[in-house]
Each structure stands twice: as structure tokens, then as C-alpha cells.
């Protein structure tokens, strides 16, 4: 099926649009990028070459690959170059007004049997399906930042996916070198849904005065061997994404776990985006330092039991729990997104493995003494990996047969 394919549309080429052109040409595809005018063009082009040519300067490609690569791009600012595309993935920016004015383009110019994919990170891929003709062949294809680099791909499906979208879906992007995961239209999908809420409950406890920016960060490097902390990791992928997110997952489940720390809102309000505006929680004098003086923040700090790694992998852990036993993704699914979406050397089943189920909870339980998190009571899934409770103490046992 996909060997047939002879063309693929990349639409948009900013910072995901250009990385999944790339990811695509490499594969050997030919693909045609089509951005919104000549200037947007001449910057996407910008970023395919500056990744090419890295990728050369370091070895990863040879002169002769780079240029074979090259032959297969081409760039345009026409839609109707993409009528005689197999495949069209969407990157523009995520606003469902553009969304909705490309896909009802796409479903016009594009062949019936073409498949579009949108690579939404919190829109509802449902809703952008039901702009087309032809729900049944889009899909959500959701790469991680960088494109070429990041391994993830999520396979998102509607209410309306054929089966045979999801399987040509999922065997281009293992021919593209990911490992796809298939899950259903859901907020955050599974590894936003649990990568933001860990840094919005980063930005509480650092709004709360719990500790440093840095205590925050270094902390989950040495519990986990995270490559970066989480208001690092917020910096990089933007205060309004991450805002974003949080909204959409709020939106949909209402849970207290998802209502944004108020400092990440007013960040985004202040245009402290991060890197992308050179100010976030790192990067610039202004850059608010926690206050530390309140009677809480001493109150927990001297509490020798609450570990701040600890704090924010627990929560992030019992969010899997809670996922896996949905049923909306399974053990393997999240520890995959997690390792080779963000980078994780241990996904979140791993890690309660390691750190087993009794501690992740008894962080959980002193966590809801200090009003840290608003998980009242941990997973199901994960209260069934405390090890057997001893019979003799009468646990678990019944009344009537005593
Ligand atoms: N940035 C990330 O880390 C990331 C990660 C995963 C998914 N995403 C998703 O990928 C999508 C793109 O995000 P991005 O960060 O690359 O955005 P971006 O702003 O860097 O790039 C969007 C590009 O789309 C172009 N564009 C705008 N309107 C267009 C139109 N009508 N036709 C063609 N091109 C048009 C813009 O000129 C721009 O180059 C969004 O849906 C976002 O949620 C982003």
C-alpha cells in the first residue's frame, strides 16, 4: 500500500511542518511542503537547510544522500500542487479557523482516496475529520519536536477512521522510522495528557514557594534521569502550549488534576512564553523567583519524608494508572510515548516499578495532607500493586465470614 505512495503533501512548514517534510524525504517519499506565501516559504526552506546541513556536518548524511533528499523536495505556495498527493500531512498553526480553511481545501483538491492527517497536539482530530468529505481516511499524526529527531508518532483515530487509514497510517510511520502508537481522540492524547500536567504541577509547586526552579528541575533528573526538568522542559516547549493543553484537558474531563496553575496563566498573559520570547521560568532577570516565605512552603520543606522528585513523578505515575486502566492506553503504549516522545530513559510503568507501588502512593497520601495535588485517592490500577496485605491483619476480609 504505501509503497505505491509516489507523492506526500507536507502543509505548513514551521517548526513541525519543516521537521516532517525532512522526516519523509529522508525515507526516500517525494514530498511537496506548500506554506501560505513566498516569505513563509523561503523560512521553511530556511529550516530544512539548516537541519540538512547539520545533519551532513555531523556525519548523519552523506553529500550524495543530501542531494538526493533535495531532489525529492520540492516547495510551493499552491495548494492545488497537492491534487495528485497520496498522503498530506497538516503542521499549521494550531487554530481550528485555519484548520478548517486548509482541510475543506485539502478535501476539495485533494483525490477521494487520499488520506489527510492533522498534526494537532490539542485540537479534536473528530472535529477536523467532520470538515471533510472523507472522515473516514483523516487521522491524527502527532510527531514530537524535533520531527526528525523524536521517535513518537501517535496514530490518533475518530469515531469514523476506516480500518485501513489506521493500518497505511501506522505502516508510513514505521516506514518513516517511528514507532507509532494508535490510540482514539482523547485530550492531550497519551503523551501530552501526562507530560503537561507534571510541569503545570511543577509551576504549582513553584508558584507555592515549595522550591527553587532549579531544586524543581534538578530534582526528577536524579529520581528519574530526566534530561531536563520540567519548567526546563515548559521553557522549550512553550507557556502557551503547555496553557493549551492544560485547557483542552480541563475542557473535556473537568478534573481539578487539569485546571492550570494560575502563575502559567499569567505568564502567557505577560507574553513569557519561554524560549520562543526569550523569557520563561529561565532566561531573563524578571523571570519570577518562587516566594519562599510562606508557612506552607516551610511547613512541607521540613517535612523529611516528601522528596520533590518524588512529588512530581508520583502524580505523573498515578495519571498512567488512571489511563492504562481506562482502558484508553496500555502499559506498553504509555511507557513508549513517554520514552520516545519525551525522552523519558524509563516510561511511568517502569518507574513504579522501581520505585514501587507503596511509595508512590504514600507520596501520593502526604502530597494530599499539604494540599500539593487534588488526586484524593490514588488509581485503582495502582492501589492493586501494593503488594498482598497480610491476611492475619484482617485486611481485605469480610465480615460475615469471621
Ligand atoms: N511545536 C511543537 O512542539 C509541536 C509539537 C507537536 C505538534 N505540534 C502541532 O503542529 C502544528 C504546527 O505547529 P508548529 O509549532 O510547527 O507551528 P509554526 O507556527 O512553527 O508553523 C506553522 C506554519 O504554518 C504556516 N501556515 C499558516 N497558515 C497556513 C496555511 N493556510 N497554509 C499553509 N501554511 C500555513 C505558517 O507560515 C508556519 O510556517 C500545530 O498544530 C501544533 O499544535 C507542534
Redesign the pocket.
Known amino acids: 500500500m504505501v509503497q505505491e505512495f509516489n507523492k506526500v503533501g507536507v502543509?505548513?512548514?514551521?517548526?513541525?511542518?519543516a521537521g516532517i517534510a525532512e522526516v519523509f524525504a529522508r525515507a526516500g517519499f517525494n514530498v511537496v511542503g506548500?506554506?501560505?506565501d513566498q516569505a513563509?516559504l523561503d523560512?521553511?526552506r530556511g529550516h530544512l537547510d539548516k537541519s540538512l546541513t547539520r545533519a551532513v556536518d555531523k556525519g548523519k548524511l552523506t553529500a550524495d544522500e543530501r542531494a538526493a533528499i533535495d531532489a525529492r523536495l520540492t516547495l510551493s505556495t499552491s495548494r492545488e500542487e497537492l491534487a495528485d498527493a497520496d498522503f498530506v500531512v497538516e503542521?499549521?498553526?494550531?487554530r481550528m479557523d485555519?484548520k478548517r480553511?486548509?482541510f475543506g481545501d485539502l478535501d476539495r483538491i485533494c483525490a477521494p482516496g487520499t488520506i489527510l492527517a492533522t498534526?494537532?497536539?490539542?485540537l479534536s482530530v473528530t472535529e477536523i475529520a467532520a470538515l471533510t468529505d472523507r472522515p473516514e481516511r483523516v487521522v491524527g499524526l502527532?510527531?514530537?519536536?524535533p520531527a526528525p529527531v523524536m521517535k513518537l508518532a501517535e496514530v490518533i483515530t475518530t469515531v469514523s477512521t476506516g480500518d485501513e487509514t489506521v493500518d497505511i497510517v501506522t505502516e508510513v510511520a514505521k516506514r518513516v522510522g517511528k514507532t507509532p502508537i494508535t490510540v482514539t481522540d482523547r485530550a492531550g492524547f497519551v503523551a501530552n495528557a501526562l507530560l503537561v500536567p507534571y510541569i503545570n504541577d511543577a509551576v504549582r509547586l513553584y508558584e507555592r514557594g515549595i522550591a527553587t526552579r532549579e531544586e524543581i528541575d534538578e530534582s526528577v533528573k536524579k529520581a528519574a534521569g530526566l534530561p531536563m526538568g520540567p519548567l526546563t522542559l515548559a521553557d522549550l516547549?512553550g507557556l502557551d502550549?503547555c496553557l493549551a493543553v492544560m485547557d483542552v484537558l480541563w475542557a473535556e474531563f473537568h478534573d481539578p488534576r487539569y485546571s492550570a496553575a494560575p502563575l502559567l496563566r499569567r505568564m502567557v498573559a505577560a507574553g513569557r512564553l519561554g524560549r520562543k520570547t526569550g523569557q520563561g521560568f529561565y532566561g531573563g532577570k524578571d523571570a519570577p523567583e518562587p516566594q519562599r516565605t510562606g508557612r506552607l512552603a516551610r511547613m512541607v520543606r521540613e517535612e523529611e519524608t516528601l522528596d520533590l522528585g518524588a512529588m512530581l513523578l508520583a502524580p505523573q505515575i498515578d495519571d498512567a494508572m488512571r489511563m492504562i486502566g481506562d482502558g484508553y492506553a496500555s502499559a506498553k503504549d504509555v511507557d513508549t510515548a513517554m520514552r520516545f516522545g519525551c525522552g523519558y530513559p524509563k516510561g511511568p510503568t517502569e518507574l513504579l516499578e522501581e520505585f514501587g507501588a507503596e511509595s508512590v502512593i504514600t507520596t501520593l497520601v502526604s502530597m494530599g495532607e499539604y494540599s500539593l495535588t487534588t488526586i484524593a485517592v490514588p488509581a485503582p490500577l495502582l492501589m492493586d500493586r501494593l503488594p498482598e496485605a497480610d491476611e492475619s491483619e484482617g485486611h481485605g476480609g469480610c465480615a460475615c465470614h469471621a
Open positions: 502543509v505548513g512548514l514551521g517548526t513541525m511542518g506548500v506554506e501560505i513563509a523560512r521553511g503542521a499549521v498553526p494550531e485555519i480553511d486548509v498534526n494537532t497536539s490539542s502527532h510527531f514530537f519536536n516547549v502550549v
